[in-house]
């Protein structure tokens, strides 16, 4: 499906690209897409052209990933940064109120804006995030961002991406080769790391201080109860155990969640339970 790509400019400067799918009727509630920490707008092509059947779909690049600028201070690689960056990119669109679709660290920036503008958000769909990360999921992230070495071809790229997701993930050949081709860009006819390599520093550095986003995040997850949730969960998740889901659902029993067999973190929102269980919720919230 077709789709704008335009740039805006962040309150620092920096220029930052998004995606824009135009509905052919906007009368609907759109919807705000934002990827995990080191991907960008192209995890949601799929669900994106889905969705802009019936309402405009904005997916942008998060400051230091696909083709948004880099920062030049990598400290900035922060969410209370991001969450700036995605409330200029609503005012640059002139977006007053939107569902965001989440996935990982894409959640907990949408958790965020709705406890610091809860006019602003609808409903958010968390893709495999919660306010509690696996610590195996979490070693895995930490070792791993930033520190890939750069595949010599798309073979190599599809093998990388298979060591990495392998146990988690049960996809053909034409499947492993899609994550690869979201997981780099390519330059050339050679895939390339397509975000700042110094985001793996930041994290890094946020993990040993025992920085969450600068906030609670359980607190964040409770204060942000009067906004409909959706939380999809990989089968396979190292990062959303079903421990941690259980605890979301009782701290918010009208939570709704749903599962994506055969997938672990994180699901990628094109499969027929998740379009089920989105479809069903951004219905909920139209009809409210």
Do not use: Q
């Not at 759109?30 to 997916?59: M, Q, W, Y």
């Not at 880099?70 to 991001?82: G, H, L, R, S």
């Not at 919660?130 to 791993?144: F, K, T």
């Not at 920085?211 to 409770?222: L, M, Q, R, T």
């Amino acid at each position: 499906m077709s789709y704008r790509e335009a740039t805006y400019r962040a309150g620092d400067g920096l220029a930052l690209y998004f995606r824009d799918y135009a509905a052919a009727h906007d009368a609907l509630t759109p919807v705000l897409c934002l990827p995990g920490l080191t991907r960008n707008s192209k995890d949601f092509e799929g669900i994106a052209a889905h969705l802009a059947k019936t309402r405009r779909v904005i997916a942008p690049d998060l400051r230091g990933r696909g083709r948004s600028a880099y920062d030049p201070n990598y400290k900035n690689y922060a969410i209370p940064v991001e969450i700036a960056d995605v409330f200029a990119l609503m005012a640059a669109e002139r977006l007053e109120r939107v569902i965001i679709i989440g996935t990982s660290r894409g959640g907990l920036i949408a958790s965020g804006m709705a406890v610091m503008r809860p006019a602003a958000v609808a409903g958010i769909v968390l893709n495999d995030i919660g306010p509690e990360l696996a610590p195996e999921g979490i070693a895995r992230i930490l070792g791993y961002a930033g520190r890939i070495a750069e595949p010599e071809s798309w073979e190599d790229a599809v093998r990388l991406v298979k060591s990495l997701n392998a146990p988690m993930f049960a996809l053909d050949e034409a499947g492993w080769m899609r994550f690869a081709r979201s997981t780099f860009r390519d330059e050339r006819g050679r895939p390339r790391l397509d975000y700042d390599t110094r985001i793996g520093d930041a994290i890094r550095e946020a993990a040993a201080a025992g920085e969450a986003g600068g906030a609670d995040p359980w607190a964040v997850f409770k204060a942000m109860a009067p906004t409909p949730t959706l939380v999809v969960r990989g089968e396979n998740s190292d990062l959303l155990s079903p421990g941690i889901l259980a605890r979301m659902h009782e701290a918010r029993p009208d939570l709704k969640s749903v599962e994506v067999k055969a997938r672990g973190h994180a699901p990628f929102l094109d499969e027929e339970e998740a379009i089920d269980a989105i479809d069903a919720f951004l219905g909920g919230i139209d009809r409210a």
